[in-house]
């Protein structure tokens, strides 16, 4: 199976290679259209902020390609942020996979959330072998809004979206590489689809 890596300048790209082949996958780390667009998966990572992570995207013309591919697409925490309409964060329109705002914890709790949370409300084969209330590992100031997308939420301040999906696009704010056998379990039903 082949699985490209989105490497656009911001993401853990590591802990995601790491993570694959702990599971017996390699993937390759790439920004080249054709490469891209001939695997079987894309995973499509982010750590940083929204609105220069764009820039590089555009950069690459990357926000063109990405909205076209065909075959599934995990987005990881800002990889799925940037896979929506619009973030606060830079006042940035995102690729619009996802119609969803980002918006920013409010000054009522501590930014950024960091650490472990659950997930519940599972709506999707995705999370095949995963109970409601699993804890994942979560780092993030910025939010998707619940939507008709939401296939898991998390309550941090209040309900949001903690994974989304429309067709073949998948988004997760928690980190599956950083979140044990759970989140390893994610990332396989995620490469078995």
């Known amino acids: ?36 667009k001939s695997t079987d998966k894309v995973i499509f990572p982010g750590v940083g902020e929204a609105s220069s992570a764009m820039k590089m995207l555009v950069d690459n013309g990357l926000d063109v390609l990405i909205p076209t591919l065909k075959q599934p697409v995990l987005g990881i925490c800002l990889g799925m942020q940037l896979m929506c309409k619009h973030s606060e964060e830079g006042n940035t ?44 590992y979560l780092v ?20 949001y979206s903690t994974a989304l999906q429309r067709d073949n696009f998948y988004g997760v704010q928690f980190h599956p590489e950083k979140s044990g056998v759970f989140g390893e379990q994610i990332l396989k039903n995620f490469l078995n689809f």
């Open 93 to 136: 329109n995102g690729l619009g996979i996802f119609d969803v705002n980002v918006v920013k914890f409010s000054n009522e709790v501590k930014v950024p959330q960091m650490g472990w949370n659950t997930i519940y409300n599972l709506k999707s084969s995705l999370f095949t072998s995963i109970k409601e209330n699993e804890f994942m």
């Open 1 to 36: 199976m082949k699985i490209a890596i989105i490497d656009y300048g911001a993401g853990n790209v590591q802990s995601v290679l790491f993570a694959l082949e702990r599971l017996g996958f390699e993937g390759i780390v790439t920004s080249d259209w054709n490469t891209i």
């Open 140 to 159: 993030h100031s910025f939010y998707a809004s619940l939507s008709e997308n939401t296939i898991a939420t998390t309550n941090y301040e209040q309900e």
